[in-house]
């Protein structure tokens, strides 16, 4: 062991911890129980603890963002405002409805907690710095995803109230659609990086993060992993207006908290994932040197995200639910599918560049692929003007017959 | 290590359950779902003989993907042919279908 | 054998080729056309098969090993291939006016036939478990939702469901005893298999190998319906659009029995297990069960169901006469192949006229054939004939696969088999009468005449002359028949 | 520590199984699918098949079981029956798969010992997920059926449209 080493703070820290845990006297086996332990309690706790600043944050912004002030009562500029909250939320009765399924009414929260924490166990915070590096992470991402859907359709179903049912079948409708594109589009920086791994991805973005190499691919995902966070414009399993609050109608205190806790870890999880596919994850000047600066290289480029993903989500208004499904059908799954296509014979046409390229070897793989994607682009523009410009040509002509109707 | 005899055991196990469960429901979805229980015996199989012999041919682990795979479009032309029904006469419970006899 | 590069490879595939493009061009062509000239998609599909058997018939006499094994292309294939197209090809001239009016999606229909024979091609050249499985679980999906394809029907429905059930459940009966049998020859290819278990002297391994068979033939008898796994077999014929059940009852057999073959003939070669005994008591129960059933019967399609049972019945006796060679025509696989390819003619031949009468009268029940021979003595006529070769009568189609099969089993001593055979066959007669005295004795119901549209006169006539003509137009198939004798 | 996991995917698996074909209340059964599957895909990974395991729960759990749910959910005129679950000959069927398993017990441990010790196995390679996409994409080796599994999903896909789809009302 090379003693402790200040650039690489986490790994370092790791070390020290395991060195001082074989000194008592544990034997191996117990000690890399016990890390693996310590390592899911510190990425839950990471998980949790960053949702009371996102709270805050997010509701200062949105205030900003719609000319108001937003909390700042509790502690210094409303930073503590989250605190009461909880404290409020978790002292609350847990109310079960008469004619719930009980068993599955109280599992369908924690599996929505815990769908949402156990993606944090592939995510690279630094190099290397991670719960697991799994060789399958990206897969392993998309297949713990798919317990969230499960636990809001069981959440619907179990409470007996039809307004969280039809939020459980929208659920269904949504997540499951939504995740054809995610994962089509998933597949381009596992393909640009030749390996599922989380960490592989982020240290084969050296050679140019893939949000140049594959901006289409970015947005895809950005759009549809949206989506399944359930978020404006896509918030529609919850849409208060429509259907209550849909799937939690039914849930209070506790129960409640937990799939609201859910639900915003998930909201910058999911930006976290964007950062790290598409965005470089850790990398960033000196990384190499300094490992240490990789984690918060990570957390301002996930913040960042996440700031995009707030503003979207005060700005823009709820789709309806055909809508979503047409854009998703029509175009989202198309567009990944045909994108998937292209990018891998560019890249295949192309070639990986080594890892130690330099940067005049760099520049035509660049080039082709974002040329690729720029032309991809302008078709997709152009067929959409003209589907768009033949339909709306089409309902001009049906409008025809009642001029007295007008407006929308 | 764990022997293999285990696992075939308790894939055998599993393989019963569902032809317990094919046997003896009622309704057709439940069929269905004791028929995955079935498929995934199979594979439990399937993934414990490709280990615990040779792990670097790939056979077991392919033929398990197929099961996957198949099983998926089973399904979903199992629900669709279920809903279908459903919509004709308001009933899966298989013993109600019973147009046809002889 | 050689190894093959990528083009070489697909050459010996290319009938699987046309097959799925034509099957993909039908689907596209009915998006793009629209109502309007959705009538010409069961020419193109019909243009698709054509392909097939011209590349098929270039591979007549080739033997290939594809892929690393997983495929072959050998005359048993290609024997197997002939009867899939040449059985499609027939169920699409019978299905032209059978939807007229009666199911939306047509286009849908072809398309997914052609996969279904695909499928059976498929079936014909697979020799590694995973194809096997794959590509009868292929056949099975297809055949699910053509048979439940008349939705608002709700025979349809309820014969898709149950087709389902029994399906889903055999195969993965089946799917275990492959997995077993992977695990303990640590191989999914048929030959490798054969040798391992060729040189398990001990017979350490014939426990699981004896589960493992018993296993795979539900899965194998629930395609070819033979008796214990039939139950399906009345309720789907029944149900099934006509046309799909004339499918069903010859393709979708051949298809099982190809996978049998292949089987049981590559795997099994050198008895490890005694898998002859097994087969032998499942052609006694099928053949029986078979034919007593039928006899009850109302519906005529039902009983076409419990004869086609029944005629599984036979065809297994050849499969337990392997071993019999009779100089260059002959023994009982050549039995098999023959047996198979006449019952296609005949029994498609009967369904056309199941098909032309339903359009009549709107009626499958078998006393709605009453005074048949007034209404259009053509067609009763076929019908007797058709009937006469299901029994076997000289000098019909079937009756050359009966007398191959018999002669087999007789050489081998046999004798118990061929005698239930023969006893079953008098037994056939019984039902086949009942029907035929409807048509010919019986005055019939209405007067009004009952004539044929064009294609299913072309399906009538090909089968009628093919069903009489047997020995002499299919001097071809019956030399590739003898080839084929794996 | 291997045995102890061991022991508790397998009682998730068959616990899971058993409440799949003995629960009256379907969503429920198909819940403990999801509790089934799930102990299956912890056999996987004990068996160092971790894509599998992955795959295992995103198609069945993330896809099949959500099926199986929605489907339910959508006929589930017929779930609050108050009927038994069973059919009237669950005896023989339970006779038949008790008896079944007594002569798979007998058939695998004739071939497999069940002994704990001196079990040994040959490593798992490093890359298998890697060796597994080229096996699937070899053309020396199931190239064949890799295709052929894409021709069985659109089969599937444009058979379950046209079965389960409205009437047209254009």
């Known amino acids: 062991m090379n003693g402790f080493d200040i650039s690489n703070l986490f790994l370092s820290i790791g070390q020290v911890w395991t060195e001082w845990l074989l000194q008592l006297g544990l034997s191996a086996g117990w000690v890399s129980f016990v890390n693996k332990l310590a390592g899911a309690v510190l990425v839950t706790a990471f998980a949790v603890g960053t949702v009371v600043f996102t709270i805050v944050g997010e509701r200062k912004l949105i205030g900003r963002i719609q000319d108001r002030l937003g909390p700042n009562r509790v502690g210094p500029f409303g930073l503590l405002q989250t605190v009461p909250d909880v404290l409020k939320l978790l002292t609350k009765e847990i109310i079960t409805p008469a004619n719930a399924d009980k068993v599955l009414y109280s599992i369908a929260p924690m599996l929505a907690v815990a769908s949402v924490i156990l993606i944090w166990g592939v995510v690279p915070f630094a190099n290397g710095v991670m719960g697991v590096d799994l060789d399958i992470g990206a897969l392993y991402f998309v297949a713990v995803s798919s317990f969230g859907t499960l636990a809001i359709l069981l959440a619907g179903w179990s409470s007996n109230n039809k307004y969280a049912l039809v939020s459980a079948f929208r659920v269904v409708a949504q997540l499951i659609s939504y995740e054809v594109p995610l994962v089509l589009s998933l597949l381009v920086p596992v393909l640009l990086a030749g390996t599922m791994s989380m960490n592989g991805i982020v240290q084969a973005q050296a050679q140019g993060w893939f949000v140049i190499l594959a901006p289409i691919s970015m947005l895809i995902f950005f759009i549809s992993s949206t989506a399944e966070v359930g978020r404006s414009p896509f918030d529609l399993l919850e849409a208060d207006s429509e259907i209550v609050a849909g799937y939690n109608i039914e849930y209070s205190g506790m129960r409640f908290a937990m799939f609201f806790l859910g639900e915003w870890i998930h909201a910058f999880t999911i930006c976290g994932l964007t950062a790290t596919l598409f965005f470089g994850g850790w990398r960033g000047p000196f990384v190499d040197q300094v490992p240490a600066l990789g984690v918060i290289y990570f957390l301002v480029k996930m913040f960042a995200i996440y700031f995009v993903h707030i503003w979207i989500r005060t700005t823009m208004p709820r789709l309806r639910i055909d809508h979503l499904l047409d854009f998703n059908w029509k175009f989202l799954v198309p567009l990944s599918l045909v994108n998937l296509i292209v990018m891998s014979l560019a890249a295949r046409l192309t070639g990986m560049p080594r890892a130690d390229a330099a940067l005049g070897e760099l520049l035509p793989y660049w080039g082709v692929l974002l040329g690729v994607n720029v032309v991809l682009a302008a078709v997709t523009l152009y067929v959409l003007g003209v589907v768009g410009s033949r339909i709306r040509r089409r309902q001009e002509a049906a409008r025809e017959p009642e001029p007295a109707v007008t407006g929308p | ?102 | 054998m050689a190894e093959l590069t990528v083009l070489q490879a697909l050459g010996p595939l290319s009938p699987q080729l046309v097959l799925l493009l034509a099957a993909l061009l039908v689907l596209g062509l009915d998006l793009a056309w629209g109502e309007k000239r959705r009538g010409w998609l069961p020419s193109v599909a019909l243009l698709g098969l054509a392909g097939t058997i011209v590349a098929t018939m270039s591979l007549w006499g080739r033997r290939e090993v594809l892929f690393g094994g997983v495929f072959v292309v050998d005359p048993s294939a290609v024997f197997f291939q002939v009867i899939a197209v040449l059985a499609t090809a027939l169920v699409i001239l019978m299905s032209i006016d059978y939807f007229e009016g009666r199911a939306t999606y047509t286009g849908e229909f072809y398309s997914l036939l052609l996969v279904a024979s695909l499928a059976i091609t498929l079936m014909a050249g697979s020799t590694d478990l995973i194809m096997v499985y794959l590509s009868i679980e292929l056949l099975s999906i297809v055949s699910y939702v053509l048979t439940g394809f008349m939705r608002e029907d709700r025979r349809s429905n309820e014969a898709a469901l149950k087709y389902f059930l029994y399906g889903a459940a055999a195969s993965a009966t089946m799917l275990y005893g492959m997995s077993l049998l992977y695990g303990i020859t640590g191989s999914t290819n048929l030959e490798e298999m054969a040798a391992v278990l060729g040189a398990d002297a001990g017979g350490s391994m014939s426990w699981v190998v004896l589960a493992a068979v018993m296993l795979l033939l539900v899965g194998f008898g629930f395609k070819v319906s033979a008796v214990p796994f039939h139950q399906w077999a009345p309720d789907v014929y029944e149900g099934a659009p006509t046309p799909f059940t004339a499918f069903l009852s010859v393709a979708s057999k051949a298809g099982g029995f190809a996978v049998l073959l292949r089987f049981f003939l590559t795997a099994l070669p050198d008895l490890s297990v005694n898998w002859v005994g097994l087969i032998a008591a499942l052609s006694v129960m099928t053949m029986t069960v078979g034919n007593l059933m039928a006899i009850f019967q109302k519906n005529i399609k039902r009983m076409l169901a419990y004869s086609s049972i029944a005629q599984a019945g036979y065809i297994l006796i050849g499969l337990v006469c392997w071993r019999h060679t009779l100089g260059a025509y002959g023994g009982g696989i050549s039995g098999v192949l023959l047996y198979l390819l006449a019952y296609l003619f005949t029994n498609l031949g009967a369904f056309t006229v199941v098909i032309i009468v339903e359009r009549a009268t709107g009626s499958n029940e078998i006393a709605d054939y009453a005074g048949l021979m007034r209404r259009n003595p053509w067609l009763a006529a076929a019908l007797f004939v058709f009937f006469l070769s299901l029994v076997g009568i000289p000098p019909t189609a079937v009756f050359v696969g009966k007398l191959l099969i018999f002669s087999s089993a007789i050489r081998l001593g046999y004798y118990g088999l061929a005698i239930i055979g023969v006893v079953n066959g008098v037994i056939s007669m019984y039902y086949y009468y009942g029907v035929m005295r409807q048509a010919f004795f019986l005055p019939p119901k209405e007067d009004t005449p009952i004539v044929a549209s064009p294609p299913l006169a072309v399906a009538l006539g090909v089968t009628l002359v093919m069903t009489l003509g047997f020995l002499v137009f299919a001097q071809p198939f019956i030399q590739l028949a003898s080839w084929s004798t794996l | 520590m291997t045995y102890a996991v061991f022991i508790l995917f397998t009682l998730m698996a068959l616990c899971g199984g058993v409440l799949v074909v003995t629960q009256r209340n379907l969503v429920r059964a198909a819940t403990a699918l999801v509790l089934s599957l799930f102990g299956v895909a912890g056999l996987y990974v004990l068996l160092e098949a971790g894509f599998l395991a992955a795959v295992q729960v995103l198609v069945y759990i993330g896809a099949i079981a959500i099926l199986i749910i929605f489907a339910i959910m959508l006929t589930r005129r017929m779930v609050q029956g108050d009927e038994s679950g069973l059919n009237r000959q669950w005896g023989w069927a339970l006779v038949s798969a008790v008896v079944m398993f007594a002569l798979f017990c007998y058939v695998v441990v004739k071939a497999w010992p069940l002994a704990l010790g001196a079990v040994s196995a040959p490593a798992v390679p490093a890359d298998s997920t890697e060796a597994l996409g080229l096996a699937l994409l070899d053309w020396e080796q199931y190239v064949l059926p890799f295709e052929i599994a894409s021709v069985l999903l659109l089969s599937a896909m444009v058979g379950a449209v046209v079965i389960a789809r409205e009437k047209h009302d254009s």
Do not use: H
Request: aromatic share 10%.
């Open chain 2, 1 to 102: 290590m764990i022997p293999l005899s285990w696992y075939v055991l308790v894939s055998a196990a599993l393989f019963c359950i569902g032809l317990f469960g094919v046997l003896a429901r009622r309704n057709a979805v439940a069929i269905l779902m004791a028929v995955e229980l079935m498929l995934n015996a199979v594979n439990v199989n399937l993934v414990a003989f490709w280990r615990y012999g040779e792990p670097q041919a790939m056979a077991g682990q392919v033929f398990a993907l197929i099961v996957f795979t198949v099983a998926a479009a089973e399904a979903a032309v199992g629900l669709a042919l279920f809903i279908a029904i459903y919509r004709s006469r308001d009933t899966v419970a298989v013993e109600e279908i019973d147009l046809m006899k002889g």
